[in-house]
Each structure stands twice: as C-alpha cells, then as structure tokens.
C-alpha cells in the first residue's frame, strides 16, 4: 500500500497566494477586462418597427444646442441627448427645455476625456458625478452613457453595468463635427458610409449638439423629413431598446443591473 503525504505549504507560498487573492477581489474589474473579451458597448437594436434612435452628443458650445430644440420641436421628433455635467452645470434653462420638450437625458460623462484610459475607481468617479448632476437637474432616471470620444474597453463597460449604465455607441455616423458641409452630413445618414448603409430600423444616429457642428442645424430638417417620408419614426435610444428584441453586436447583451441604493 502507498501512502501519499501532503506537505504543509510554505510560508512563502500561502503569502503569494494571499496576495493573488487580494489583488483579484481589489481589481475585479481590471481582471474581468483581461480574461473576457467580449463585452461591446450597443451600436444598434434588432427590432420588428421601423424605429431608429435619433442621439445628439454635447460637451461645449453656447450657439447649436437651442437651434436643434427649435428644429426638433417644430418636426415633433423627440431624441436623446448625452450631456456632460459641467456643460449641463451651465446651461440649466436649456437641460429643463430638454427635459420639458420630452428628450430623454443620458450621460456623456465629467471631464471630456478617453474613460478607457483610467483606473476603475477613476472611471466610477467620473460617472457617479456626472450622474449626480444629471439627476439633480432632469429629475430622470439617467441609465446611458456615452463615452467621450466612443472610446471604451471591457473595464469601462464592465464599472458601467456594474453603476446600473448601459453604454451606447452608434451605427450611423452623421461626421457633423467635422464640418464637411450640411450636404454632405445629409448624404452620410441617409446614404451611409460606404454607401448604401444608410440609416434604417433599429440604427442609432450620431449627431452633435455642440457648435463644434454647426452643419447640424442646416442638415437635421432635411434627414428628419426624408426619414418620415419613409415611415422611420426618429425616438429616443431608451424606448428604442425597450422595442429591441436584442443589441448589436451580441456581446452587448448585457443584463442591466439595478443601480444601487443612494446612501442616505
């Protein structure tokens, strides 16, 4: 008969693993980012009605955001605005006229910058204050964000979902911030980039509010009437999701969490 005998591990060896251990509950975000690869933010819905999300970005500027108001109330289109907090912060009167007009209030974060490239704690601190302002303001239930630049990585996705956020991106690029002329920011919705992908049922559209886009107030009339003329109906990316069968691309599909309780 063999007998087997277990040594007692080293004292070395227990002290490594402790701080394996350590390091995986105290960075549980940053281990999610290396070994899942496939957490995407939502570019798109897959939907039965012939809906699109209709999506205006803003961080800066004091002349385009009223003009887009005017445009969208006079057509009846409601859209989702991503604000970031300190533009928000000093535009009150025209985040209530959002808010009182019946678009939807979804963040695009605190400092203008690429969240991807932060800590997790970093990047909770970057939403939780957006979030804080965003509600205090709008009195709505902010869930989406956008963050700036569309840059993203697993970490940020997963510190989102973790906040009760859903990160959106976009499936057409409207490419208003670079100025290229209202024609042309007409002809990439409706036409696309390359062309023929234009804007259809269950896409997400990407324009700006900021007056880094001014061709935006000159285009939006006519991509809203074309849009209609086809029977599109221009909502918000919120009620466009609650119509969606499932995101796109499938690793977006992430169960939204609950947010968790405002500490008293």
């Known amino acids: 008969m063999r007998f087997i005998v277990f040594k007692r591990p080293s004292w070395r060896n227990v002290m490594l693993w402790a701080i394996l251990l350590f390091v995986v509950l105290a960075y549980r975000e940053n281990v999610i980012s290396v070994f899942s690869s496939k957490l995407k933010p939502i570019y798109s819905a897959v939907v039965t009605t012939n809906e699109i999300g209709l999506t205006f970005d803003i961080s800066w500027g004091e002349k385009t955001a009223e003009p887009i108001l005017n445009i969208l109330k006079e057509k009846g289109v409601k859209a989702t605005f991503f604000i970031s907090s300190p533009w928000a912060s000093k535009h009150e009167d025209l985040v209530k006229r959002m808010v009182a007009d ?10 203008h910058v ?8 970093e990047i909770e601190r970057e939403i939780t204050s957006a979030h804080a302002v965003l509600e205090e303001l709008t009195g709505q239930n902010i869930s989406l964000l956008r963050p700036p630049n569309g840059a993203y990585d697993n970490k ?28 042309a920011v007409i002809n990439n919705v409706l036409n696309g ?4 992908h234009g804007a259809g049922p269950g896409d997400i559209i990407l324009f700006h509010a900021s007056d880094s886009a001014p061709d935006t107030i ?4 006519v991509v809203i009437d074309r849009l209609q003329s086809k029977n599109y109906q221009l909502i918000p990316v919120g009620q466009l999701l609650k119509s969606a069968t499932e995101t796109w691309p499938p690793e977006s599909n992430l169960p939204p969490l609950e947010k968790p309780a405002a500490t008293p």
């Open 102 to 111: 019946g678009h939807e209030i979804a963040s695009h974060g605190n400092r």
């Open 193 to 196: 980039l390359p062309k023929g």
């Open 218 to 221: 000159k285009a939006l009339p």
């Open 156 to 183: 940020l996705i997963s510190v989102s979902a973790r906040l009760g956020y859903q990160v959106i991106q976009w499936s057409v690029d409207s490419l208003d911030w670079k100025r290229p002329g209202p024609e």
């Open 114 to 121: 690429d969240l991807n490239t932060l800590g997790p704690g």
